[in-house]
């Protein structure tokens, strides 16, 4: 059975950091890439992060230069380091491992909620 797992959603104050990880199945996980994305209250889920199995990365504007992403392929997880985190951060976020041969396919974890806050 295909598994996508986040955690490490918490309650941080603003400027503060926080690490969130995912294991994902590895059966999906070599050779794919993988992300995260995040839904805030009332808003569409949006991109924040993605990395390719070599490693090369992409990020969504408003976290460049905040947000890092990491994958550690021989433990099949996926890492996102927030740091300077903004209340406009506070939503949940998911991870994902996208199929790049057929059938092509995004595998999406539950989500895990991120709350920026003093």
């Known amino acids: 059975q295909v598994q996508v797992e986040e955690s490490g959603g918490d309650l941080v104050q603003p400027g503060g950091s926080l690490r969130l990880s995912c294991t994902i199945s590895?059966?999906?996980?070599?050779?794919?890439?993988v992300g995260w994305s995040r839904q805030a209250p009332g808003k569409q889920r949006e991109f924040i992060a993605s990395?390719?199995?070599?490693?090369?990365?992409n990020y969504a504007e408003s976290v460049k230069g905040r947000f890092a992403i990491s994958r550690d392929n021989a433990k099949n997880m996926v890492y996102l380091q927030m740091n300077n985190l903004e209340a406009e951060d506070s939503a949940v976020y998911y991870c994902?491992?996208?199929?790049?041969?057929?059938?092509?396919?995004?595998?999406w974890g539950q989500g895990t909620q991120v709350t920026v806050s003093s």
């Open positions: 990395i390719t199995d070599f490693e090369s990365t």
């Open positions: 994902y491992a996208r199929t790049t041969t057929p059938p092509l396919k995004t595998f």
């Open positions: 590895r059966s999906i996980f070599d050779g794919n890439p």
